[in-house]
């Protein structure tokens, strides 16, 4: 099965834990999936996610919107932050730890409104 097979199982596997976990229905999930664009942050982090539980993945995706929550940007400034992170670094800034990726997001957004 290539790669994109697997990730799209995974979303899905995913995306059914997170209302039967979250006790939320298919419309709030997909709210938060858009909001938070999360199918890509599960695109990026999936080879981490492989090698967890269910569990640790809701609780990943949890503390990934927590603390885009507690950074309290507006939402269109969130998503041009979040597309401006470098792929690569999702993994590492996301997975490993999820405050260092708030870093990056104030820090791209102070950058952001001294250069603009």
């Given at each position: 099965m290539a790669r994109a097979d697997n990730i799209l199982n995974m979303q899905i596997t995913i995306v059914?834990?997170?209302?039967q976990q979250w006790n939320i229905n298919y419309s709030e999930v997909s709210d938060i999936l858009d909001k938070y664009d999360l199918l890509s942050y599960i695109?990026?982090?999936?080879e981490e996610?492989?090698?967890?539980g269910i569990k640790?993945?809701?609780e990943d995706l949890?503390?990934?919107i927590d603390a885009i929550?507690?950074?309290d940007y507006a939402d269109e400034v969130l998503e041009q932050l979040i597309s401006d992170l470098e792929p690569e670094n999702l993994p590492k800034q996301y997975f490993f730890?999820?405050?260092a990726a708030i870093q990056t997001l104030r820090f791209k957004k102070i950058r952001r409104?001294?250069?603009g």
């Open positions: 059914n834990c997170m209302k695109a990026i982090c999936y996610y492989n090698s967890m640790g993945i809701l949890r503390m990934y929550k507690e950074a730890g999820t405050s409104e001294i250069v």
